[in-house]
């Protein structure tokens, strides 16, 4: 196990980093950001002799310290209740992109993954890179049998520098939550951390990445106008992925587009479309539909690439979710607000009226109005009030969806910038209740849900007697171990502040040396 040194030594060169950007700045302002944390960003910032006027430059800062970072940031670029709006706006423009591994590195690892020489595989590939990204780098190739193949590489070593920036990243969110009370315990940073390991270790080995593409492409398989390229798994292992080649042109080429006589409005509609299709008819969704992964083809299909990050919703929470975007645009507010209490996003101590009033102050101005007109950081800092005046804990499956909602939404709007979002939707959130949520689909639902709770009541009564064995039956096992924190918040207020008022002082300390010997 890594020892806290050690994270200790990894925060202090990375905060160095951060706070020669800037970029602890908005934590040391922000009024609900713990005092402790607080505290600690501003000794960081003075061992580096950096002010606090000028434009923080968050993206820069998260590229310059590695890979993990690239992608954890491309995460928080989700969280603007978690980092606050100018740095996830900021976040947002943080490209994936560092430069190439060599070619003969990427020939040995193909070789080294398949056990053979790569003209066994591949006739042709260009030693040239079409993209390369924190984890893996994409070359074009032909295979022996004449087809034209994406070929996505892992880059050497990635998978251990990621597991090691992890381990600190676990250890940092749960003095975070330690030293935060209420308020980091509701954004629930270590979930946050969970998830991001959950998904990168998915990145990380491409056999998922290929199975998700499979997955999505059975999903989609009845929609027209998208389609998900093929896999070609005699050629595809953990560390090597082996795709069809996609001819066509991105969506963000919005001009070539129009010269070459695509239909720009319907396109959008299209892209919407699919979005919902995924989201809601499949719970199974393409979690990174931004510009450079997706393109058109001649016949006007959207063609889908890069199935690293992928979101996924239980049948329930997507009738939840059909019920509250089909009320926000019909305007039934009071609706809206019962489906969040019934999901339990709010606590049952808050009132149902206020909390529809609050919807209502949100929804209300936008309703009926293209995109252009709206402001997207003022809807958000609207829902993320909400969220802190009615104690909702973040929940990082509805994240990961907004933040390929406003991915969607944005590339939309550049393809037809008078879209109305919410009358693209209605009629096929309308539809989709109508099948899902009527008479004959509640019956359905609840014979089958009898039946399977008929089936599981022999195992329920079996781990019961599990948990609770009789006398002299097994014992109760023990609890998942835990972080080892730095000081325990049992001390109280004055002890848990002495525990990290040193551990400060040792990073700091730390940062000074370094910095003044030249390391950092």
Same mark, same amino acid.
Request: aromatic share 8%; charged share 25%; glycine share 10%.
């Given at each position: ?10 925060? &202090? ?57 690239? +992608?954890?940031? =491309?995460?928080? &670029? ?24 060599? #070619?003969?590195?990427?020939? $040995?690892?193909?070789?080294?993954? #398949? ?103 059975? =999903? ?61 008819? $499949? ?85 009926? +109005?293209?995109?252009?007109? @709206? ?19 973040? =929940? ?5 969806? =907004? +933040? ?66 009789? +006398? ?32 400060? @002082?040792?990073? $700091? ?12």
């Amino acid at each position: 196990m890594t020892s806290s040194a050690t994270h200790l030594f990894r925060l &202090a060169r990375w905060g160095v980093t951060l706070a020669r950007r800037r970029a602890l700045v908005g934590i040391e302002n922000d009024p609900n950001a713990p005092s402790t944390l607080r505290r600690m960003v501003r000794l960081a910032r003075l061992a580096t002799l950096t002010g606090k006027r000028g434009t923080p430059d968050y993206a820069g800062a998260f590229r310059a310290i590695g890979p993990a970072a690239i +992608k954890l940031g =491309q995460s928080l &670029a989700t969280r603007p209740d978690l980092v606050g709006e100018e740095a996830a706006n900021n976040l947002l423009s943080l490209q994936d992109s560092l430069p190439p591994v060599p #070619f003969a590195e990427i020939k $040995a690892a193909i070789e080294g993954s #398949f056990g053979q020489p790569i003209d066994k595989l591949f006739a042709e590939i260009d030693p040239e890179p079409v993209g390369a990204a924190s984890i893996a780098q994409v070359h074009k190739g032909t295979t022996t049998d004449g087809r034209k193949v994406a070929i996505k590489v892992l880059r050497p070593g990635i998978r251990e520098k990621f597991a090691r920036d992890i381990q600190t990243y676990e250890w940092a969110a749960a003095h975070l939550e330690a030293m935060g009370g209420g308020e980091a315990e509701r954004l629930r940073p270590r979930l946050t951390i969970a998830n991001f390991k959950r998904w990168t270790n998915s990145e990380l080995d491409l056999r998922r990445e290929a199975a998700s593409a499979s997955e999505l492409a059975e =999903q989609m398989a009845g929609v027209p106008g998208y389609r998900i390229p093929g896999i070609d798994w005699d050629r595809t292992n953990g560390r090597v992925l082996t795709i069809e080649w996609i001819d066509g042109i991105k969506i963000s080429r919005v001009d070539e587009l129009r010269a070459r006589g695509h239909d720009l409005a319907a396109l959008s509609d299209k892209l919407v479309i699919s979005f919902l299709t995924q989201a809601i008819s $499949a719970g199974f969704f393409h979690a990174d539909m931004h510009q450079g992964n997706l393109f058109v083809e001649d016949d006007g299909t959207i063609a889908a690439i890069d199935f690293g990050i992928m979101g996924r919703i239980d049948r329930r929470a997507r009738q939840w979710l059909a019920e509250i975007l089909y009320g926000l645009t019909t305007g039934n507010y009071r609706r809206v607000a019962e489906i969040h209490f019934e999901a339990q996003y709010v606590p049952s101590y808050h009132s149902v009226g206020e909390f529809a009033t609050a919807l209502r102050a949100v929804g209300e101005p936008m309703r009926g +109005k293209p995109v252009k007109e @709206l402001s997207v950081g003022q809807m958000l800092d609207g829902l993320f009030a909400i969220t802190r005046d009615f104690d909702m804990q973040t =929940q990082p499956h509805l994240l990961l969806l =907004q +933040k390929t909602m406003v991915m969607v939404e944005g590339i939309a709007t550049q393809l037809n910038p008078d879209i109305n979002m919410w009358d693209t939707a209605a009629p096929y959130v309308r539809s989709w209740i109508r099948d899902e949520l009527g008479p004959e689909a509640a019956l359905a639902d609840r014979l089958k849900q009898d039946t399977e709770t008929l089936f599981r009541l022999p195992g329920l009564i079996r781990r019961l007697e599990e948990k609770f064995p009789p +006398k002299g039956g097994a014992p109760e096992p023990p609890p998942l171990p835990e972080i080892p924190l730095l000081t325990d918040r049992s001390q109280g207020a004055g002890g848990g502040w002495i525990g990290y008022f040193i551990a400060g @002082l040792v990073g $700091a300390g730390a940062v000074w040396g370094a910095t003044v010997a030249g390391l950092l």
